[in-house]
């Protein structure tokens, strides 16, 4: 099993990222996703999470409205697009699915926020 993240980096307060995080060894079809961060110093939290048909969405209070989740079951991929970034957005960006077959993590990639 596999989840590998892409897409973080350094971006100015106000722009954009897209985060991927590709998925194997496993039915991505059957999993929910979702995205999760952490910050130095700071417990993990959920960004946001997809269902498996990709028909329902949730997001955490600080981050609706500007992020949006997505996924493509025929690339096996979960996306995360970031507009109007702020300097609290700054965190390690975790990819996780999860399902009664098990709860399986990427790595993590950095994103941060600064001018």
């Known amino acids: 099993v596999q989840l590998v993240e892409s897409g973080g980096g350094l971006v100015q307060p106000g722009g954009s990222l897209r985060l991927s995080c590709a998925a194997s060894?496993?039915?991505?079809?059957?999993?929910?996703m979702s995205w999760h961060r952490q910050a130095p110093g700071k417990e993990r939290e959920l960004v946001a999470g997809?269902?498996?048909?990709?028909?329902?969405?949730n997001y955490a209070d600080s981050v609706k409205g500007r992020f949006t989740i997505s996924r493509h079951n025929g690339k096996n991929t979960v996306y995360l697009q970031m507009n109007s970034l702020k300097p609290e957005d700054t965190a390690v960006y975790y990819c996780r699915a999860g399902a009664l077959g098990g709860i399986f993590w990427g790595q993590g990639t950095q994103v941060t926020v600064s001018s």
């Open positions: 997809i269902t498996s048909a990709g028909s329902n969405t």
């Open positions: 060894g496993f039915t991505f079809s059957n999993y929910y």
